[in-house]
């Protein structure tokens, strides 16, 4: 550990100070914030393929030990900076001093809405670890072809469709850019308060929500407006749009006026 920069000795004076009373008490989050020499035993780090290379430097010199654990998935990265492989997000400040423990089972969506959505990854260039799902499901993804000008219009046209085949079930439209205040404006002129955002609560069976808000989150059906806008050509990530295709946990429809991705139809 002193090899590491980490002063091990300390004396009863100064143990007697960290364990005085003070009359402004802080958490550990708070002094950590406060004290630029601050340093952590453990780290964990939640979604962190999006992290940067500054990030990772910024959290390895606050963990002199280099003590991670280090959860992510590849296949979700969406942030311009963030990681491309675990290899080359964790080989600069780790070297070969990690290992990597791939989940093997998916237990959240249907195997055809799984496929569909590794289909998509490896066609756009990104090879990503496929666990195998549990069960299958009662319907392969859904895809309405219209023009750009309908999407919305096909949106509040087929969602008493879905909102019957989850039956009493939570309903998300995953949507981005232009399209996201559109498509939620439209839901609410038909829905009322049933409409919201987030996980919805107990009134609202219906969100509209962007990828980047539905990372973490599961819902019983989902539709997609315009997939192909999801994708990150630019810096070659499908994050977004693979994020976007594993929410559901029954149901997947996709409204695209542009060409679908590569992979998401056999």
């Given at each position: 550990?002193?090899a590491?920069?980490?002063?091990v000795?300390?004396?009863?004076?100064?143990?007697?100070d960290?364990?005085?009373?003070?009359?402004?008490r802080?958490?550990?989050?708070?002094?950590?914030?406060?004290?630029?020499?601050?340093?952590f035993?453990?780290?964990?780090?939640?979604?962190?393929?999006?992290?940067?290379?500054?990030?990772?430097?910024?959290?390895?010199?606050?963990?002199?030990?280099?003590?991670?654990?280090?959860?992510?998935?590849?296949?979700q990265?969406?942030?311009?900076?963030?990681?491309?492989?675990?290899?080359?997000?964790?080989?600069?400040?780790?070297?070969?001093?990690?290992?990597?423990?791939?989940l093997?089972?998916?237990?959240?969506t249907?195997?055809?809405?799984?496929?569909?959505?590794?289909?998509?990854a490896?066609?756009?260039?990104?090879?990503?670890?496929?666990?195998?799902?549990?069960?299958?499901?009662?319907?392969?993804?859904?895809?309405?072809?219209?023009?750009?000008?309908?999407?919305?219009?096909?949106?509040?046209?087929?969602?008493?469709?879905?909102?019957?085949?989850?039956?009493?079930?939570?309903?998300?439209?995953?949507?981005?850019?232009?399209?996201?205040?559109?498509?939620?404006?439209?839901?609410?002129?038909?829905?009322?308060?049933?409409?919201?955002?987030?996980?919805?609560?107990?009134?609202?069976?219906?969100?509209?929500?962007?990828?980047?808000?539905?990372?973490?989150?599961?819902?019983?059906?989902?539709?997609?407006?315009e997939?192909a806008?999801?994708?990150n050509?630019?810096?070659?990530?499908?994050?977004?749009?693979?994020?976007?295709?594993t929410?559901?946990?029954?149901?997947l429809?996709?409204?695209?006026?542009?060409?679908?991705?590569?992979?998401?139809?056999r």
């Open positions: 550990m002193e590491m920069g980490v002063d000795l300390m004396t009863a004076e100064e143990l007697a960290q364990n005085q009373e003070r009359e402004t802080l958490t550990a989050a708070e002094r950590a914030t406060s004290d630029r020499s601050w340093a035993g453990h780290i964990v780090v939640d979604e962190a393929q999006e992290l940067s290379p500054m990030q990772w430097r910024l959290l390895v010199r606050r963990c002199p030990l280099k003590s991670f654990t280090i959860v992510g998935d590849i296949a990265t969406s942030s311009s900076a963030g990681a491309n492989s675990w290899q080359s997000a964790l080989a600069p400040s780790f070297g070969d001093r990690w290992q990597l423990e791939e093997t089972v998916n237990y959240r249907p195997s055809q809405i799984a496929e569909a959505a590794v289909r998509m490896n066609r756009a260039g990104l090879v990503v670890s496929a666990p195998k799902a549990v069960r299958e499901g009662k319907w392969s993804p859904i895809v309405d072809r219209v023009d750009e000008a309908g999407m919305v219009d096909r949106l509040v046209e087929i969602l008493p469709e879905e909102l019957e085949a989850i039956d009493g079930g939570l309903l998300a439209v995953i949507a981005d850019g232009a399209l996201l205040p559109r498509a939620a404006a439209a839901l609410r002129g038909v829905y009322g308060h049933r409409v919201g955002t987030g996980a919805g609560s107990y009134s609202q069976d219906i969100v509209v929500i962007s990828p980047k808000e539905a990372k973490g989150l599961e819902f019983d059906g989902v539709v997609v407006l997939p806008a999801m994708l050509h630019e810096h070659g990530k499908v994050g977004d749009l693979y994020v976007a295709m929410r559901p946990t029954q149901r429809r996709l409204i695209t006026a542009a060409p679908l991705p590569a992979g998401i139809e």
